[in-house]
């Protein structure tokens, strides 16, 4: 099969398109042909060697985490057939940038009708990312404010619409290019973040969820109420300090570290079938575009989603 393969770090031009072994499904694994990937930062971040002391330096390797596609080859005790339209994200060791990648079970779920597989492929890790976050500091209570940071990114642009469909009210962050966009995704009030900075607001949020990491708790203590909670996508040494002595506080500091689940992506994908969630996919490219894809997504400047697509 095809593959985006990277054989040791660096810069954008190290994807390139090999020819690679078939993956063999194991116990409770379904062999999928993918039809899209989802492209996502942390893709960038192994590819260029700064996430080497998680990921260890293991090659070749196949970069990817989220997938879309139709089921190949299943047990004949699986809940999934050859020919079911599932999507999944893929948990530690990735491999999503392929022609076909082998899923647990347990991480799969069957894409809604609804729903393209382009933006299937764009869901998973953004999406699930938001649910889990949204858990941190108690379960969201219908009518709760929220302020969503970086609401027109992949991980934002699920946060506004996840929470939205929870029943909370939504501050949102971008900058002028994507008002109309974020307020297209249901944001009740979008602030511009280079005209007016949202740290000095005088609306207090149950939830501050800094989905690009580019504030910090100290900065957003003043805009959180008693008892609510700043959380991060990207952790830093202030964020660990704080969160160590949340236990001293009334107003709490964490972070999320997402989680593949195909219980949890069953909750997403509820939302997207009753139209509540709807992934806005900027951009598709195919696999041989690899160093174009993972250029811009390092730009920081990616609208919704991007996505390879294979079929
Ligand atoms: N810990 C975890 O489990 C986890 C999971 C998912 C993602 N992450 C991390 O979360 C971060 C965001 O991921 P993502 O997929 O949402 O990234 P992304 O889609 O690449 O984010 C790009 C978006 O961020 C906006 N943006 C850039 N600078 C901004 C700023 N200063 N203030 C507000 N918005 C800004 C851009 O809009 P403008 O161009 O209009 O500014 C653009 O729309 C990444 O660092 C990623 O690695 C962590």
């Given amino acids: 099969m095809k593959a985006l393969v990277l054989n040791q770090y660096g810069g954008p031009e190290q994807l ?3 020819e690679t072994a078939l993956p063999m499904p194991g116990k409770n694994e379904v062999l999928v042909r993918v039809h899209a990937a989802g492209i996502n930062p942390v893709d960038y971040k192994i590819r260029d060697g700064s996430m080497k002391w998680i990921v260890g330096k293991k090659f070749p390797r196949i970069l990817g985490f989220d997938v879309a596609g139709t089921v190949e080859q299943a047990g004949k005790k699986s809940l999934f057939n050859p020919g079911d339209k599932v999507f999944a994200m893929l948990p530690f060791k990735g491999g999503g940038y392929a022609e076909f990648v082998t ?18 492929a764009a869901t998973p890790l953004a999406a699930l990312t938001c649910l889990q976050a949204f ?18 990114g992949g991980v934002g642009s699920f946060a506004v619409q996840i929470a939205k469909a929870m029943g909370e009210k ?29 740290t000095k607001l005088t ?45 001293t506080r009334k107003k709490k500091a964490d972070f999320i570290l997402v989680k593949a689940s195909g219980e949890d992506l069953q909750i997403i994908a509820d939302k997207m079938s009753k139209g509540l969630v709807r992934p806005y996919v900027q951009q598709s490219y195919l696999l041989s575009e690899g160093p174009k894809a993972h250029t811009m997504i390092e730009s920081e400047r990616v609208r919704g989603k991007i996505v390879f697509h294979l079929i």
């Fill in 16 to 18: 390139l398109l090999q």
């Fill in 103 to 120: 899923v647990k079970e347990k991480y799969l779920c069957h894409i809604p009708e609804n729903t393209t597989m382009k933006e299937a």
């Fill in 135 to 152: 858990r941190k500091g108690g379960d969201i209570q219908s009518g709760d404010h929220i302020l969503v940071n970086g609401a027109s």
């Fill in 170 to 198: 939504v501050t949102a962050v971008a900058s002028t290019r994507n008002q109309d966009f974020v307020y297209s995704l249901g944001a009740d009030r979008v602030i511009d973040y280079t005209a007016e900075d949202f």
């Fill in 203 to 247: 609306t207090r949020f149950n939830k501050v969820f800094d989905a690009v990491a580019k504030s910090s708790f100290m900065a957003c203590r003043r805009i959180i109420i008693k008892n609510g909670i700043y959380i991060t996508t990207v952790p830093n040494k202030g964020l660990l300090f704080h969160k160590s002595i949340n236990f």
